[in-house]
């Protein structure tokens, strides 16, 4: 049963940073797994934010993060990350990751789901 620990989330101010982490485990060769985050924020649906492929040459962002998000991935730790810069109070919500075989933006192209961690930004 393939498992996801994200940590790293929390509290913080407008135009802070916050760095969340997904650490797999149960997983077999992390390395050709396509990693998202996804996030939904309270009577919202759920959204994507970034993608990064296995080998982590390639990456995906939603333009609402791009150029204040950077997602990355250490294959031998399988762990992928989310550094979040200039954080705005529209980024409130809990934060997914996700494990699949595509790059794509949509959350049916993505199999295995984490439990999610609550990123808040007060104005």
């Known amino acids: 049963q393939v498992q996801f620990l994200e940590s790293g989330g929390g509290l913080v101010q407008a135009g802070g940073s916050l760095k969340v982490s997904c650490a797999a485990s149960?997983?077999?060769?992390?390395?050709?797994?396509?990693m998202a985050w996804f996030r939904q924020a309270p009577g919202k649906e759920r959204e994507f934010v970034a993608a990064?492929?296995?080998?982590?040459?390639?990456?995906d962002y939603a333009d609402s993060v791009k150029g204040r998000f950077t997602i990355s991935r250490d294959n031998p730790k399988n762990t992928a990350y989310l550094q979040m810069n200039s954080l705005k109070p529209e980024d409130t919500a809990v934060y997914y990751c996700?494990?699949?075989?595509?790059?794509?933006?949509?959350?049916?192209?993505?199999?295995?789901w984490g439990q999610g961690t609550q990123v808040t930004v007060s104005s």
């Open positions: 990064i492929t296995g080998s982590g040459t390639s990456m």
């Open positions: 149960e997983i077999t060769f992390f390395s050709t797994y396509t």
């Open positions: 996700s494990a699949g075989r595509l790059l794509s933006r949509m959350d049916s192209a993505y199999r295995y």
